[in-house]
């Protein structure tokens, strides 16, 4: 191991042990009305696990998130690409798009829910445009930044369109690109899950506001501790792949 | 006004017509959406007749309060920080995965500690809005000339006169970046938090009109909240550009 990485590893190994000990120390402070002190709560969440109505739940906000996050990239990366490549309609579009960035977005989930009714389509929704802006926004970035000369050697090279993203202007982006991915994921993730707890049956979003509404402690506590343990994970390995890239391309 | 001002208000105005159109043909029908010309309409009703102005001002002096907290503990927590390498280090990975945990997950918590007041919803918008005010203050202050902080030392200025005279108003333009997300945040948490459980406010108002089928009131409500955030987010927009724009960048 790097002595660079060696640092981190350490840095988020006092990171956990000190969010431990606040939260310890907090229990002790609450007292059993509001919270569980860790141990119990790794140890309820573990006797959860092996419950079918958990997997379940888990599974349906997996695959709500992969679609919404899928539809979120691919909307992201046609709508940046697009703008990338016309100045009139990125200098139109562009203020629009970080306005719109800038709203709650969770003030519209009224206006979704008469749209796509209760349940899959709409949590699906609400992911996606949590997610589609910044993926566009990053994109566009990146496809305005690349070097001319990058463009010139294509077109000297007689590419089209396709071969030109596919073999030029995607590789150059990438890094940008995958930033925008990785703010995405996060914002999709939170998008399908506040759309579950208003807006679902199923799903751990859902999970969490019943488990809110009945006052039960040691089930809020378990999936919250679900949902920032994967989080947390997933993003420090995104951003880990993400500073990579920024260093090498 | 410029030709692009003119493009961007012809689509929205095109945007607008669009729905208008929709909603007269039938395609999206009057128990999911009310013309536009409706909403401004009830819109204007209901501002003129006053029946929502204490949920109104609950919601914004919620929010005001929430950024202004966030904002003030942002900016001291990210100065004291940035003279403490070793603990922004271990910090640095709560920063980078801090916005993809879902932190409404916390609000049963913060009721059971503050009650089931306007404080857990304060509670809720500050904590989503003050982490972007910290990593971005940090940002500006990373970037200050190490020949400002040396004439500080050569004034003989103390750690509290550095920072209020020399190294924030140099980082400014990145404080109101963070400004402007700690906005948006704001809103978000306490509308968010008003949806979840709550006695009032516009979040409130909103999900009750839901609930009902009061589209003339759901639709202005959430019209309302949005042109609130654009306007804040266009105004701090504008006031940054004109800061590094005195700054020649």
Known sequence: MSSAAMKSARNALVLIAGLLAAWQALYWFVGDAALRPPLVTVQYTARLMTTDAFWMHLSETLQAFAVALSIAVAAGLVIGFGLGFHKLSAQVFEPMLVAVYSIPKITLYPILLLAFGLGMPAKIAFGAIHGIIPVALFTLNAVRNIKPILVKTGRVHGLGPFEMIRSILFPAALPEIFTGFRVGFALTLIGTLLGEMFAAQRGLGYLLMTAIGLHNVELIMAVTLLLVVFAATVSAGLLAIDRWLHRHI | ?249
């Open chain 2, 1 to 249: 006004m410029s030709r692009i001002a003119v493009y961007r208000v012809l689509v929205i105005a095109a945007a607008v017509l669009l729905l208008e159109l929709l909603c007269y043909v039938g395609v999206i029908d009057r128990i999911t959406m009310q013309p536009p010309h409706r909403i401004l309409r009830d819109l204007a009703l209901i501002l003129i007749s006053g029946k929502q102005n204490a949920a109104i001002l609950k919601t914004l002096s919620n929010a005001s309060i929430a950024f202004g907290l966030a904002l003030f503990v942002g900016v001291a927590t990210a100065v004291v920080l940035h003279g403490y390498r070793a603990l922004r280090e271990t910090l640095d990975p709560l920063f980078a995965t801090y916005y993809a945990i879902p932190v409404f997950a916390f609000y049963p918590l913060l009721i059971v500690l503050l009650g089931l007041g306007d404080a857990p919803q304060i509670g809720i918008g500050f904590m989503l809005g003050v982490v972007a005010v910290i990593v971005n203050t940090l940002n500006g202050l990373d970037r200050v000339p190490r020949v400002l902080r040396k004439t500080a030392r050569i004034q003989r200025l103390g750690t509290i006169e550095t920072a209020l005279t020399v190294t924030l108003p140099y980082a400014a333009p990145y404080v109101l970046t963070g400004a402007k997300f700690a906005v948006a945040y704001s809103l978000i948490g306490i509308i968010g938090a008003e949806f979840i459980m709550s006695r009032g406010g516009m979040g409130y108002e909103i999900s009750f009109a839901y609930n009902n089928f009061d589209n003339a009131t759901m639709y202005p409500l959430i019209v309302l909240i949005l042109v609130v955030s654009i306007s804040i987010n266009t105004g701090l927009s504008r006031w940054e550009k004109l800061l590094l724009a005195r700054r020649g960048q």
